[in-house]
């Protein structure tokens, strides 16, 4: 006897595609067949009322996430009303960066992305955190299995762990996912910051140009140095830049996109070349002064936050 389709709102759950710290995650269609991704929490964390309070704010602002490399958030059932909560997700259909490199998240062989594909990874990701920071989000747990390499460019899912600005430090649950990838200030203070997850990005870069997670074993409160063995030597200043220990001494996203040579639109000042970047990146950081400084986009230097943006 076949068993009866369970449903959520106007959708019916279907083939299972992750599983989670916080929930479920399945393929789940509508009358029409619409297709989403289907997230739907824990029942443990369904009986927690802080958790719940924090999941509906976070789904509430999910919604101001338009972009070419996010993905959408559909339809969401988060309020205290709910049995369950649960949040629908544009579906979006290719492999993970994961599955497409096919290392483990340690020291190993895998198959790393060509130059080309490599710096268009790395515009699409600062495309993709810089539209999650400016809807006042940070995403707090960027890593390959959650990057998908559509058709259509590489998305950004999996916004379970975002959360507001203004809400920024975070729990030890949040800090412990996605280790070999997790900012040092994540591990040491459980706080996410758009820094953080620049550092995330570069993690990310690193493994998709070597086959290998930068940083293999158990939990580090500070990292040694990133093992970057197999990189093209174009974009070492780039990940050694996203990589800094020191929240401050990262890029913003849109740096790190012109660094690629794919720079943001949107942008009212003059773009630079890529060697004009690289060139001043890597001369700041072989004359660097006391106080920290970051790029900007007209090329010039101010003092950065402890967030890592233009202060």
Do not use: I
């Amino acid at each position: 006897m076949a068993a009866t389709p369970v449903t959520y709102g106007r959708w019916t759950a279907g083939t299972l595609l992750g599983r989670g710290t916080t929930g479920t995650v399945r393929l789940a269609h509508d009358a029409t067949g619409h297709a989403v991704a289907l997230k739907v929490v824990h029942t443990f964390l369904a009986r927690d009322e802080e958790f719940r309070a924090r999941f509906a704010r976070e789904v509430a602002t999910l919604g101001a996430v338009h972009g070419r490399h996010t993905a959408a958030l559909v339809d969401a059932d988060a309020g205290v009303e709910a049995t369950v909560p649960w949040v629908a997700m544009e579906y979006v259909r290719g492999p993970t960066l994961h599955a497409r490199v096919g290392g483990a998240d340690a020291v190993g062989g895998g198959d790393p992305l060509p130059l080309g594909e490599l710096r268009s990874l790395a515009g699409a990701l600062a495309w993709a955190l810089d539209t999650v920071h400016g809807a006042g989000l940070v995403h707090g747990g960027l890593k390959p299995s959650n990057v998908l390499l559509a058709e259509a460019g590489p998305r950004v899912v999996d916004f379970g762990m975002a959360r507001a600005m203004d809400d920024a430090s975070s729990d030890t649950e949040r800090s412990a996912r996605g280790l070999p990838y997790a900012a040092p200030e994540q591990l040491a203070q459980a706080l996410s910051t758009p820094a953080a997850d620049v550092f995330s990005l570069g993690a990310v870069l690193a493994f998709a140009a070597t086959g290998h997670a930068p940083f293999a074993g158990g939990p580090r409160a500070v990292p040694g140095d990133p093992d970057l063995a197999g990189a093209p030597e174009p974009v070492l200043p780039l990940l050694a830049a996203c990589l800094a220990v020191d929240p401050a001494a990262r890029p913003t996203p849109r740096t790190v996109a012109r660094m690629a040579g794919h720079p943001l639109p949107g942008s009212r000042r003059k773009a630079l070349t890529v060697a004009t970047v690289l060139l001043a990146f890597a001369s700041h950081h072989v004359n660097s002064a006391p106080r920290h400084r970051t790029l900007v986009d007209d090329g010039t230097e101010r003092r950065a936050g402890a967030d890592g943006t233009p202060g």
